[in-house]
Antibody
Framework: QITLKESGPMLVKPTQTLTLTCTFS??????????VGWIRQPPRKALEWLGL???????RYSPSLKSRLTITKDTSKKQVVLTMTNMDPADTATYYC???????????WGQGALVIVSS | EIVLTQSPGTLSLSPGERATLSCRAS???????LAWYQQKPGQAPRLLIY???SRATGIPDRFSGSGSGTDFTLTISRLEPEDFAVYYC????????FGGGTKVEIK
């Protein structure tokens, strides 16, 4: 059974850098084709894809946020870390991490972590 | 970037009725890499349909997906009380984008 869980600060100040960690189980990021992604959802708004990291360390980012995002992995710890710089109140959202196999859909989601950007 | 437009924004129906949700892409979705997710308040989205028409594991057969190219449809044949939720389409053929969602509410 695949599980993912997001962790990190609930509150960050404008201009600060957000660091979120996704801790997963039930799969390995050493397995060919496996990826972990990040998606966010502002309150009462739609889903927005942020980025992905694959087993071979290949990374893909949303073009609109690419300059602010970094995704890394620690395979032995079974963790993926999302870093987003220069946070703004508009970045207030629930952040989800997801499992992906190959060039496919997201079959498993974390419960989400609410991040509020406010001074 | 492929833009997905979902319609209608809100669908007001009664239990037992048929729901038809539309997802239109700004350009052709390669290999029909189109998925549908259901999201209930306070919960993470759940995968319903992938490859435009394949049901995910455990999804009831009242949910069906169809379409190709730029026009896709999610149909719920007979709405059950637990089906009232927000539905998102997603394309994963070129990078990843989501539609704006359709809320299916009780009339």
């Amino acid at each position: 059974q695949i599980t993912l869980k997001e962790s990190g600060p609930m509150l960050v100040k404008p201009t600060q850098t957000l660091t979120l960690t996704c801790t997963f189980s039930g799969f390995s990021l050493r397995t060919n084709g496996v990826g972990v992604g990040w998606i966010r959802q502002p309150p009462r708004k739609a889903l927005e894809w942020l980025g992905l990291i694959y087993w071979d360390d290949d990374k893909r980012y949303s073009p609109s946020l690419k300059s602010r995002l970094t995704i890394t992995k620690d395979t032995s710890k079974k963790q993926v870390v999302l870093t987003m710089t220069n946070m703004d109140p508009a970045d207030t959202a629930t952040y989800y991490c997801v499992h992906r196999l190959g060039a496919s859909f997201f079959d498993s989601w974390g419960q989400g972590a609410l991040v509020i950007v406010s001074s | 970037e492929i833009v997905l437009t979902q319609s209608p924004g809100t669908l007001s129906l009664s239990p037992g009725e048929r729901a038809t949700l539309s997802c239109r892409a700004s350009q052709s979705v390669s290999s029909n890499y189109l998925a549908w997710y259901q999201q209930k308040p306070g919960q993470a989205p759940r995968l319903l349909i992938y490859g435009a028409s394949s049901r995910a594991t455990g999804i009831p057969d009242r949910f069906s997906g169809s379409g190709s190219g730029t026009d896709f449809t999610l149909t719920i044949s007979r709405l059950e009380p637990e089906d009232f939720a927000v539905y998102y389409c997603q394309q994963y053929g070129y990078l990843i984008t989501f539609g704006g969602g359709t809320k299916v509410e009780i009339k």
